[in-house]
């Protein structure tokens, strides 16, 4: 056990674990894909150098995906209050509905060429339901217990329909 890890309660270190976990799967992924990209890319110009380029890379992208995210997920759970490491964790959500509105919208989307509805225009009808609703995130300090929360708005569509007619 470190000298970090004495001065932090179990659960902060679990937060901890959590956010190095995140951030090193985020990195993995960079790297992957990063070096995804220098496969396909070089493989017809310099089978050869390909390699070369991908061992090069790879620890870079590595590197580039990771310290970021991890440098912002730590950030964010610091407390603002009593400046407390890993204090700072999602502990509640609550989502209130709003409204709930009809939308509709045609659009052209073509013309046929051949068949019975020959020279005729193709539109699309579609029809949805738009609700918002208003979500409060709650944050809190295991250390100190500071409460905040986060308000906004969610917006979704649902019942979707969608229908295609022919007009002259």
Request: a positive charge; one cysteine or more; glycine letters at 8%.
């Amino acid at each position: 056990m470190s000298a970090e890890d004495a001065q932090l309660s179990p659960e902060q270190v679990s937060r901890r674990n959590g956010i190095h976990a995140f951030a090193m799967v985020v990195g993995v992924l960079v790297a992957l894909a990063v070096g995804a990209v220098l496969w396909f890319s070089l493989a017809g110009n310099y089978p050869v150098m390909r390699y070369v380029f991908i061992v090069a890379a790879l620890p870079t992208a590595y590197l580039v995906g990771q310290w970021p995210t991890a440098v912002w997920l730590t950030a964010s759970a610091r407390c603002g209050a009593c400046s407390a490491e890993y204090g700072v964790s999602q502990t509640g959500k609550e989502e209130t509905f709003l409204s709930a509105t009809p939308r509709r919208r045609e659009s052209v989307v073509g013309r046929s060429i051949s068949g019975p509805n020959e020279g005729k225009t193709l539109v699309r009808k579609e029809s949805w339901t738009e609700e918002r609703y208003q979500v409060v995130v709650t944050w809190t300090c295991s250390v100190c217990g500071d409460m905040r929360q986060k308000h906004s708005v969610r917006t979704s569509h649902t019942n979707k329909v969608s229908d295609d007619v022919y007009r002259r």
